[in-house]
Every structure is written in structure tokens, then in C-alpha cells.
């Protein structure tokens, strides 16, 4: 019997349809659109404006997408992996209620929080559930509404981040496709630099959080800048060399969506031609959990059974990581 990889065998994707450009936030605070571009690579971002819906809601579209997209039968799928750090509520696992909604009856279904890291370790664990041979169908999505915890005053924030939903279906192969490689890594010094101060049992919600606007995502933007440039680009080169991978053999870079600056500065330690490497950040910003498979969706047509795919990725707490996957078919 041959060796089980897993492999991506559809995805999907939702965006809402409000456009927060840099246009409009030069009206909002003290910032411009010629700054904001060459710093971060960003022109506009989306947002989800109504108050009744929460990340729940882009995740059920992104996952209805790619089962229309496929013709997935949602009874058949096994789990629902939700990564995400804007869960619709605390407790509750947001998942469950997406699972549901979708109709994947027979599935259960958890929420993985690993900030923008989220989708590329949802990748790793769904991976791990199909070479184990337990289940056949596992759906990762990734979504985040980042405008729920960004204060729109504060102008090192509230220009990077933007709302929305991928998903991706992995299922067992037999071809050597899929999954081929993974490195992972987190660093607890990054606690204090990427963070929500308040909310959680150190520092629960309180008049006094809510005034102080604790509840905000608080970004140390130099620092964190930093450690994702080193950190990304090592891990990334170091993937390559271990799997005796070069330039030329590495056909797209699937790179976290946070500032173009860390994705070229990627791309250029792994020696990679500018046209291998996805980029669609001047649309929507950073979206946090999204970002990988939103790539993977915007660019699916592109992809060819058998390109060799790296993704890359850096997010709060730290955690950070690269994983090695062959892409599984051909877009119809």
C-alpha cells in the first residue's frame, strides 16, 4: 500500500464587499496613501460593515464557495478546523456553529488560534489527521473580522489589517502529492509585542479595559518587523535545504500577507524570481488567518499538478513556520 500524503484538493474564499482604501483613511487619521503603499504595500482592504455578523459569517461563505466550487458533499466531511484569533464569541467555539451551518453533519469541528500563523498550523494538524489514516476528509478554513478589534484612530494599526475568509479541503493521496514537509516554531518573546492586552484571565473586561481601549490590537510595529523579516526568511531558506530544494525547483511562494517588505525580503533570501512569488496584499490588507488561502484562491487557476508550493508565515506570541506542499491537480 503507498504512503499517504495529504493533499489540497479544493478551496475557497469570501471577501466583504466594503472597500476601506488608503483614500478613505487619510480621512480618518493622520496618515496618506503614498506612505501607507511604500511602507506596507497595501491600497485597500475589505470590510465587514454589518454589526450583526461576525467571523462566522465569512467563514460559512468561504466554505460554501469552495463546496460549490468542488461539488463537496458537506456530509462527507470529517472536521472543521477554524483558524482564527476573532472568534464570533468566547467559549464557544466558533467552528461548531460553522460546521453546522454548512452542513457538515457528521463532522467535528474546533477552533485553532495561533494568530497569523493559524492557517499554516491548521495545515499541519489537518495533514497529520489524514496520514494517520483516520479521516478522508478534513476543511481548514481561516477568517478573521480584524475590524472587530482595530481601532480605527490608531493609524500603526488600523492601515494593515482588513476582513476576511479562505478555505481548503485536504483528502488522503496516493501520487506522493500534498504535504510534504513542515517546519514550525514559536518563541514567547513576542507576548508583549503583538497582543490584546485585555480580555482574557490575566486582565479581564472591566470599565476601566473598555475606556483605556485595552480590547485593541496593540502592535510594536519596529520589533515585530524585525523578528518576521529573520524569522521568515531563515525558516523559509531552511525548508529549501533540507528538502535539497533550489530556485528553480521552488515554483510559488505562498507568503503571509502582513507587509510586502517581509515578503520580498523572503523571497530574495530564497533566491526566487518576483514572478513565483503570490501577492495580492494591495487588496485586502492583512486578514490575518485568511491571507494563505485567500493566495491559494485568487491564484488557484495559475497552479499546476506537481508545482512545488512554499508557504510562510509569522504572527503574535511569536509563531512562525514553512511548510513544503506539491500541488494535487489542475484547475478545470
Not at 479521516?135 to 478589534?149: F, H, N, P, Q, R
Not at 510594536?220 to 531558506?237: H, L, Q
Not at 525580503?265 to 485586502?284: C, G
Request: aromatic residues 10%.
Amino acid at each position: 500500500m503507498s504512503k499517504i500524503t495529504a493533499a489540497i484538493t479544493a478551496v475557497g474564499a469570501y471577501v466583504p464587499d466594503f472597500v476601506l482604501s488608503n483614500k478613505v483613511l487619510e480621512t480618518m487619521v493622520d496618515t496618506n496613501d503614498e506612505w501607507i503603499t511604500s511602507r506596507t504595500g497595501i491600497k485597500e482592504r475589505r470590510i465587514l460593515k454589518d454589526k450583526d455578523k461576525g467571523t462566522s459569517y465569512l467563514a460559512i461563505k468561504a466554505a460554501e464557495n469552495l463546496l460549490q466550487k468542488s461539488g463537496t458533499n458537506p456530509a462527507e466531511i470529517d472536521l472543521v478546523l477554524l483558524a482564527t484569533v476573532t472568534p464570533d464569541l468566547p467559549v464557544a467555539a466558533t467552528a461548531v456553529y460553522v460546521a453546522t451551518q454548512i452542513g457538515a453533519v457528521n463532522a467535528f469541528a474546533y477552533d485553532l488560534q495561533a494568530a497569523c500563523s493559524s492557517f499554516l498550523y491548521g495545515m499541519s494538524t489537518a495533514a497529520a489527521y489524514i496520514e494517520s489514516g483516520r479521516y478522508k476528509k478534513v476543511l481548514v478554513i481561516g477568517a478573521d473580522k480584524m475590524s472587530s478589534i482595530i481601532d480605527y484612530t490608531d493609524r500603526a494599526t488600523c492601515i494593515i489589517f482588513g476582513d476576511g475568509a479562505g478555505a481548503a479541503l485536504f483528502e488522503p493521496n496516493h501520487e506522493g502529492l500534498g504535504l510534504q514537509d513542515e517546519i514550525l516554531r514559536s518563541d514567547g518573546i513576542g507576548r508583549e509585542f503583538l497582543k490584546i492586552p485585555a480580555g482574557g484571565s490575566l486582565l479581564p473586561p472591566s470599565h476601566e479595559t473598555v475606556d483605556n481601549k485595552q480590547h485593541y490590537v496593540f502592535q510594536d510595529g519596529k520589533t515585530v518587523f524585525k523578528y518576521a523579516v529573520s524569522n521568515m526568511a531563515d525558516i523559509s531558506e531552511q525548508i529549501m535545504q533540507r528538502n535539497n530544494l533550489t530556485n528553480d525547483d521552488v515554483n510559488w511562494l505562498v507568503s503571509h500577507q502582513a507587509n510586502k517588505r517581509i515578503i520580498d525580503a523572503t523571497s530574495s533570501r530564497m533566491k526566487l524570481d518576483e514572478s513565483k512569488v503570490l501577492i495580492n496584499i494591495e487588496k485586502y490588507g492583512n486578514t490575518t488567518s485568511a491571507t494563505l488561502p485567500l493566495l491559494l484562491n485568487d491564484f488557484e487557476h495559475q497552479f499546476k499538478k506537481g508545482d512545488t508550493l512554499i508557504f510562510a508565515s509569522f504572527g503574535g506570541g511569536f509563531t512562525w513556520g514553512s511548510i513544503y506542499l506539491k500541488w494535487a491537480y489542475d484547475k478545470k
